[in-house]
């Protein structure tokens, strides 16, 4: 790993990562190639802009003449794909982004890595590899008894968004398998913490309870997920690319699965600590149950044992310890949340996407 593409670093979890593998690895050149769309901004990096180790590209992922360009360029030997339409809400009311973006998007890159490594034969096999961001949303949903997801559930997604990823799962496999691409995939259960886009449920709890505004609910609020704490998936992705053989794919999560309820009551008192003067506490009396989204997954859980035996990798920070931590940095960030959320799509999109599930504007 010494020449890294990064897609999609402008947006949250890709900036956190390019943080934190400039910091801890003192070698690596980190090229940022993102087209950035409403998720993704600039401001995420801003502190890094100045760093000569980092450079910004500002493009799509499915520009093969561009990627094209940037792998020779820069000799690019690693590509860490995050890349792509996030939000399972968004793919519901317009899945054709999700196509392009990470679909076809993620097989132009493939494309791409594959004709500058392997048909030029730029690197040998071991030197290169084509890291996968994915999501534990391609294995659909779980019922109260099953086992957590293991590398060896099959696939089953319910939303555009998922079987989008699910599509860019399959493809980076069968490059693998058809063309000796060396590749790693990890699918992460739900990040949180520093830079997450504000339509996220725990960012949006937050900037809603702190302006006292509704704190939506979907549906009864007793739907599971497993939620890890962004610095410790920044880590899990570098110990798969440095120690993880190529061809495997690892399930990462933070071993914690809350309801949605839960996690919100949480914040809610974590906001009462923070803000004790804030004449909108408690702030769970905002909670409000609203339509439920269509599709809804109704469990995620995780089986880490994969990642943690072969690597070594568990997660570091507790629910609790990762939720005060980000409460904590979306108060002291609040310019960042007004700027990015100033967006007049985006204040469209709000609005739109409460008011269908039967909120009052
Ligand atoms: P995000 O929505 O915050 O950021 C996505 C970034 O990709 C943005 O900067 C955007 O501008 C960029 N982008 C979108 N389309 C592009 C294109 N065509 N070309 C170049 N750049 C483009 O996303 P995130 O939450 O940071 O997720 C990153 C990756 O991690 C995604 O692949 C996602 O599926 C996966 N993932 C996310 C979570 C989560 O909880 N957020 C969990 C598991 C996996
Ligand atoms: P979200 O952050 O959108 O992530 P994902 O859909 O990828 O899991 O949502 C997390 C959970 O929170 C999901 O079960 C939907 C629920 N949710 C709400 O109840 N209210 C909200 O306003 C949002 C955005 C999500």
Redesign the pocket.
């Known amino acids: 790993m010494r020449n890294v593409l990064v ?9 956190n990562f390019i943080r934190y593998m400039l910091a801890i690895e003192p070698e690596i050149n980190i090229v940022n ?9 600039l401001e ?1 990096l801003r502190d890094l802009s100045s760093q000569d180790r980092y450079k910004f590209v500002h ?5 093969r003449s561009k990627v094209d360009q940037i792998l020779r360029d820069h000799a690019i030997d690693t590509i860490v ?7 399972v809400d968004r793919s519901i009311l317009g899945p054709a ?1 999700f196509i ?3 679909i076809v ?1 993620t097989f132009e890159l493939l494309e791409a890595a594959r004709s500058y490594w392997i048909n030029e034969s730029a690197f040998s096999s071991d030197q290169v590899r084509f890291h996968h ?5 391609v294995f659909g949903s779980l019922g109260p008894e099953d086992p957590p997801f293991s590398e060896l559930t099959p696939y089953a997604p319910n939303s555009p ?1 998922a079987a989008s ?1 699910a599509a860019s799962d399959h493809l980076v496999r069968s490059y693998g398998k058809t063309y000796n691409l060396p590749f790693s995939i990890t ?6 913490g520093p ?3 504000p339509e ?1 449920l725990i960012p949006l709890m937050i900037s809603n309870a702190l302006n006292g505004l509704p704190l939506p609910i979907y549906g009864d609020g007793k739907q599971i997920r497993d939620w890890l704490y962004v610095e410790d ?1 920044c880590r899990a992705i570098r110990e798969v690319i440095r120690k993880g053989n190529p061809g495997e794919t690892y399930i990462v999560g933070g071993n914690t699965q809350p309801t949605n309820m839960l996690v919100v009551q949480t914040l809610c008192e974590i906001m009462d600590e923070c803000l004790p003067n804030s004449k909108f506490v408690p702030h769970e009396s905002l909670i409000t149950h609203v339509i439920d989204r269509p599709g809804h997954d109704r469990r995620y859980a995780m089986d880490i044992s994969k990642i943690s035996t072969e690597l070594g990798w568990t997660p570091k920070l507790t629910l609790e310890e990762g939720l005060l931590k980000t409460v904590q940095w979306y108060l002291e960030n609040q310019a960042w949340v007004e700027a990015i959320s100033n967006q007049a799509d985006y204040q469209e999109w709000l609005s739109r996407n409460y008011i269908q599930r039967g909120g009052q504007k």
């Open positions: 897609t999609g670093g402008a947006g949250f979890i890709g900036s190639l993102d087209a950035l769309t409403y998720a993704g901004s995420n493009g799509m992922v499915g520009d794909h995050f890349a792509a339409e996030t939000h982004m392009e973006t990470n998007g961001i994915s999501t534990d949303e968004y990823k699918n992460c259960s739900n990040n949180y830079y997450q886009f996220k998936h």
